[in-house]
């Protein structure tokens, strides 16, 4: 079956770059996907990348993909302490029509300390 | 700023009422996606409307109804919920196309004594 799993939380300083990583179980999945959580708020979409890429780096984010291990990681760089929320990674479950069913990891905290 | 408006954003509702959760796109999307979240936990998908028809049900109880009236509005109805149906209830969007990432609203913070 499909399993997302994530470190439960990540504490940094301000200024460091943060690490968050993400494994999956299904070697099918094409698409993976960060989301950001702040309190109280919905999921905002980061950052999406295809499985045959590597790696993409998109402003102070960048993804890495490890598809032979299923390893997906999001490096923050410059961490801010408005960065401070829950991070989901998600695979994309399977699509068809116009419908994309993802399946969300279990979330980490990402602290950031002034 | 979402461009997924959703409303109200937090209810408060007894066992025995009906209300209604609302949500608006106007981003051309032809899939939308209901989503419940406790707290502490990722989404748990309920529903997906695929050009307005209904494409999946994640065995969700009765109680809860999805309407599609067009192809910018999704509701979701509720009616007798229970205590621990209390949760945020968030809509999602989607274009058509494989893979094409979800974009979510603020929720609805539901409520139910």
């Known amino acids: 079956g499909e399993d997302v799993e994530q470190s439960l939380f990540l504490s940094v300083r301000e200024g460091d770059s943060s690490v968050i990583n993400c494994t999956y179980t299904?070697?099918?999945?094409?698409?993976l996907y960060w989301y950001k959580q702040e309190p109280g708020a919905g999921l905002q979409l980061l950052t999406y990348i295809f499985s045959n890429m590597d790696m993409k780096q998109d402003q102070r984010l960048t993804v890495l993909l490890n598809k032979k291990d299923k390893h997906l990681s999001l490096r923050i760089a410059d961490t801010q302490t408005g960065d401070s929320a829950i991070y989901f990674c998600?695979?994309?479950?399977?699509?068809?029509?116009?419908?994309?069913?993802?399946?969300f990891g279990t979330g980490t905290l990402l602290a950031v300390q002034p | 700023d979402t461009e997924v408006t959703q409303t109200p954003k937090h209810l408060v509702m007894g066992m025995t009422n009906k209300k209604s959760l609302k949500c608006e796109q106007h981003m051309g999307h032809r899939a939308m996606y209901w989503y419940k979240q406790k707290a502490k936990k990722p989404p748990e998908l309920m529903f997906v409307y695929s050009y307005e028809k209904l494409s999946i049900n994640e065995s969700v109880p009765s109680r809860f109804s999805p309407e599609c009236p067009n192809s910018s509005l999704l509701n979701l109805h509720l009616h007798a919920l229970q205590p621990e149906d209390s949760a945020l209830y968030l809509c999602a969007s989607s274009q058509a196309g494989g893979g094409s990432p979800l974009h979510f609203g603020n929720g609805t913070r539901l409520t139910v004594t």
């Open positions: 299904d070697s099918s999945s094409t698409y």
């Open positions: 998600a695979e994309s479950g399977g699509y068809g029509g116009a419908t994309n069913k993802l399946i």
